[in-house]
């Protein structure tokens, strides 16, 4: 095996420490940073993607590879900027306003990176005006607004329509997601899609940024 199928297999299995140690052995190597990205970290989130859409992986099991990705990540980032690798694209993300909880969003904006996203995280009990204001300041191609309470649903309207109101709509893809949010209420509300979980979040946004490049 190279050092990239190790590294690849090290954040499979969520070795944090290990991780790291591979991506210096990978930097020490003359490995170009492009190719570390893609062939070990990417690739290793891609197989913890699909390992929890066969049942093989939970959500505990996704956490501690996203979590050990972040890991190598950090450590690569300063040679990718260096290299001038560019992002997959740009995501801002967050639990809209009147909602705490951030477990889920956590894992998606952890997933997004681990798929080659540059993400923007808002925390949580963010505000319609949070989110307009961030699409002025970065210029993302995506904005995602997660709800795990069908009491802070609505507010996900509240996002749209204000970006609506700022001329910003038609500038920026928008996904929901949360345990009680379903592909129904992202259409009725103007999304322009829904995530079921992270996995199936971070294959949206790949869609979604190649759909906004071809408008």
């Given at each position: 095996?190279?050092?990239?199928?190790?590294?690849?297999?090290?954040?499979?299995?969520?070795?944090?420490?290990?991780?790291?140690?591979?991506?210096?052995?990978?930097?020490?190597?003359?490995?170009?940073?492009?190719?570390?990205?893609?062939?070990?970290?990417?690739?290793?989130?891609?197989?913890?993607?699909?390992?929890?859409?066969?049942?093989?992986?939970?959500?505990?099991?996704?956490?501690?590879?996203?979590?050990?990705?972040?890991?190598?990540?950090?450590?690569?980032?300063?040679?990718?900027?260096t290299a001038k690798v560019?992002?997959?694209?740009?995501?801002?993300?967050?639990?809209?306003?009147?909602?705490?909880?951030?477990?889920?969003?956590?894992l998606v904006a952890m997933?997004?990176?681990?798929?080659?996203?540059?993400?923007?995280?808002?925390?949580?009990?963010?505000?319609?005006?949070?989110?307009?204001q961030a699409v002025k300041?970065?210029?993302?191609?995506?904005?995602?607004?997660?709800?795990?309470?069908?009491?802070?649903?609505?507010?996900?309207?509240?996002?749209?329509?204000?970006?609506?109101?700022?001329?910003?709509?038609?500038?920026?893809?928008?996904?929901?997601?949360?345990?009680?949010?379903?592909?129904?209420?992202?259409?009725?509300?103007?999304?322009?899609?829904?995530?079921?979980?992270?996995?199936?979040?971070?294959?949206?946004?790949?869609?979604?940024?190649?759909?906004?490049?071809?408008?």
């Amino acid at each position: 095996m190279t050092v990239l199928d190790d590294l690849c297999q090290s954040v499979i299995d969520g070795n944090r420490n290990l991780a790291q140690e591979l991506v210096k052995k990978a930097i020490a190597e003359n490995i170009p940073p492009e190719q570390i990205l893609k062939e070990g970290l990417i690739r290793a989130m891609a197989e913890v993607g699909r390992k929890f859409e066969c049942g093989e992986y939970f959500v505990p099991e996704m956490l501690i590879a996203a979590r050990a990705m972040q890991n190598g990540l950090s450590l690569l980032r300063p040679h990718l900027v260096t290299a001038k690798v560019a992002a997959v694209g740009k995501v801002v993300i967050g639990t809209v306003q009147g909602d705490l909880h951030d477990i889920g969003k956590n894992l998606v904006a952890m997933m997004l990176e681990g798929a080659g996203f540059e993400v923007i995280d808002l925390g949580v009990d963010v505000s319609p005006g949070k989110y307009v204001q961030a699409v002025k300041d970065h210029h993302p191609d995506l904005i995602a607004c997660s709800a795990l309470l069908t009491t802070t649903m609505p507010r996900m309207k509240d996002v749209v329509d204000a970006l609506k109101e700022n001329g910003l709509r038609d500038q920026v893809k928008v996904m929901v997601g949360g345990a009680p949010v379903t592909e129904v209420f992202a259409n009725q509300i103007g999304a322009d899609a829904c995530a079921m979980d992270a996995a199936v979040a971070s294959s949206r946004a790949q869609e979604l940024i190649l759909e906004r490049r071809k408008q």
